[in-house]
C-alpha cells in the first residue's frame, strides 16, 4: 500500500505575500538552501517544517533519528554568516534572501554553533577537504539559526515549479491502482545496467516511479538537460507507457553516502513510492565510501516506512550474451563487462558511442544533440513532467 508520510501527516507551509517584509533583519541564503525550502514548502521533507534546533541536529548526527524517535539522518541547517546574527534576537522574525529577493519569512528559535568538525566526521564519516559535502559544510562556518519557517514565497527559478507534488503523484498512483512503486534515483542518463534495474523493477511491482536528481552538479557530471531529455528519449520506447513515470527531484546532492541513502528514502516515501532502489556507493563520491556503506546503513533501520532494494550489479555478460547479474547468470568474471560511469563520461567527452549493450543509441544521440546546439537550461515542458499519458491530466 502506499505509505503515509513521514511522521504521519504532510507540512505545508504557506505562500507569502511580497509585501512588507523589507524591514526585517536578512540573512542570504545560496541556491542549495533554497532548493531544501522549495522542499520543505511542497512537504518533501515531512514532517519538517523549520531548520533544526542544536538539541535536534546533535540528536539527529549521532542517532539518525529526531528527538521523537523519527528515523532522520541529516539535519536541516541554516547556516548564518556571524555579522547576520548581531541584526536579530531570538523571537524576532527574519527574511530569507536569495537572489536579492525576499524568499522566505522565518521566526527565529535559537542561535548556535556547531564544533563543525565534529559535525562533518558524524555526517559524511570524514573531515577531508576533497570531499565536496565537507567543504561546502566548512565553508558557511559554524553559526546557524533554528526557527519555523512562516511563509516561503513563489519566486521561481528555472527550478521551483519543477518539484514534484506529494498528493497529486500519490493521488496518480491510487488512480492506476498502483499498490507498489518502486522509485528510481538518478544522476545520470540511463546505461543499459540501468535499464535492468528497471525492468527488474517492472517484474517485482506495479510501477516504477523514475526520479532523476537534477540541480547543482559537480564538475564533470551530466546536465540536467541530458539526464532527463535522455530519460525522455529512453522512456517513449523502451519501458511500458502505463506502469512507468519520469519526473524530476530538484535537489542539492550533498555526497553523504549512507546518512544521505537514508534522506533520499524518506522523500519517495513523502512522494507516495514503496520501495526505493539502494545503488552500489550511493549518493557517494570518490572512494569515501565502501561500494555498500549505504545498503550495510539503511538495514540497521527496520522503521523508515519505505522498504530498500538492493540489487547486484548488472553487467554484460558475453556468454549468455545478454545483460545480467549473479543471481541468474553464472558465468565466471572472465566473460564480464562491466558497466562504467567513468567509461562512459570519457567516451563522450572523445565523441565515441558506446556500444549497444552498453548505452542505447537514440540515447547517445540525444545527449550528442544537446551538447551540439549548447542548451545550457532547463527546458521541460510541463505536461511532460508529471506522467506520460495523455488521459492524465
Ligand atoms: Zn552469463
Not at 518533501?44 to 521523537?68: A, K
Not at 523519527?70 to 541584526?87: D, F
Not at 507498489?180 to 527488474?200: C, D, I, M, S, W
Not at 543471481?327 to 564480464?336: L, N, V
Amino acid at each position: 500500500m502506499i505509505p503515509p508520510y513521514h511522521g504521519g501527516s504532510r507540512v505545508k507551509i504557506p505562500d507569502l505575500q511580497n509585501s512588507g517584509f523589507d524591514v526585517l533583519p536578512r540573512v542570504v541564503i545560496d541556491e542549495r538552501i533554497y532548493i531544501i525550502l522549495s522542499l520543505l514548502k511542497i512537504g518533501i521533507l515531512s514532517p519538517v517544517d523549520s531548520f533544526h534546533n542544536y538539541e535536534e541536529t546533535m540528536e539527529i548526527s549521532s542517532e539518525g533519528r529526531m528527538l521523537n524517535g523519527l528515523v532522520w539522518s541529516i539535519p536541516i541547517l541554516l547556516p548564518v554568516k556571524e555579522h547576520e546574527l548581531y541584526g536579530f534576537m531570538e523571537g524576532d522574525d527574519i527574511a530569507l534572501e536569495f537572489n536579492n529577493k525576499i524568499v522566505a519569512i522565518m521566526r527565529v528559535g535559537e542561535k548556535f554553533s556547531l564544533d563543525i568538525y565534529e559535525y562533518c566526521q558524524r555526517i559524511f564519516g570524514t573531515i577531508n577537504h576533497d570531499h565536496p559535502g565537507v567543504r561546502s559544510t566548512l565553508e558557511k562556518g559554524n553559526k546557524f539559526v533554528s526557527g519555523r519557517i512562516k511563509g516561503i514565497s513563489n519566486y521561481d527559478t528555472h527550478f521551483s515549479y519543477l518539484q514534484p507534488d506529494p498528493d497529486k503523484l500519490r493521488e496518480l498512483f491510487n488512480m492506476r491502482g498502483f499498490k507498489t512503486v518502486t522509485a528510481f534515483q538518478t544522476r545520470n542518463p540511463p546505461h543499459r545496467g540501468h535499464e535492468f534495474l528497471h525492468k527488474y523493477s517492472l517484474l517485482s511491482t506495479d510501477a516504477l516511479f523514475i526520479n532523476p536528481v537534477l540541480g547543482p552538479k559537480k564538475s564533470g557530471d551530466f546536465s540536467d538537460q541530458e539526464i532527463f531529455q535522455s530519460y525522455r528519449v529512453y522512456l517513449e520506447k523502451y519501458l511500458p507507457r502505463e506502469r512507468t513515470i519520469l519526473m524530476p527531484l530538484i535537489y542539492a546532492m550533498q555526497y553523504a553516502g549512507p546518512k544521505e541513502a537514508i534522506m533520499h528514502m524518506i522523500m519517495r516515501k513523502n512522494l507516495g513510492c514503496t520501495h526505493f532502489v539502494i545503488g552500489r556507493d550511493h549518493a557517494g563520491v570518490g572512494t569515501f565510501y565502501s561500494p555498500y556503506a549505504a545498503r550495510d546503513y539503511v538495514m540497521t533501520f527496520t522503521d523508515i516506512g519505505i522498504q530498500p532494494v538492493f540489487l547486484k550489479e548488472a553487467y554484460y555478460c558475453k556468454v549468455c550474451a545478454e545483460i545480467s547479474n549473479d543471481d541468474i547468470c553464472p558465468h565466471d568474471d572472465s566473460h564480464k563487462i562491466h558497466f562504467s560511469g567513468t567509461k562512459i563520461r570519457s567516451l563522450f567527452l572523445e565523441r565515441k558511442e558506446p556500444l549497444q549493450f552498453e548505452m542505447r543509441s537514440e540515447i547517445y544521440n540525444k545527449i550528442v544533440e544537446i551538447r551540439s546546439v549548447k542548451q545550457n537550461s532547463l527546458e521541460i515542458p510541463e505536461e511532460g513532467l508529471f506522467d506520460r499519458s495523455p488521459t492524465v491530466e
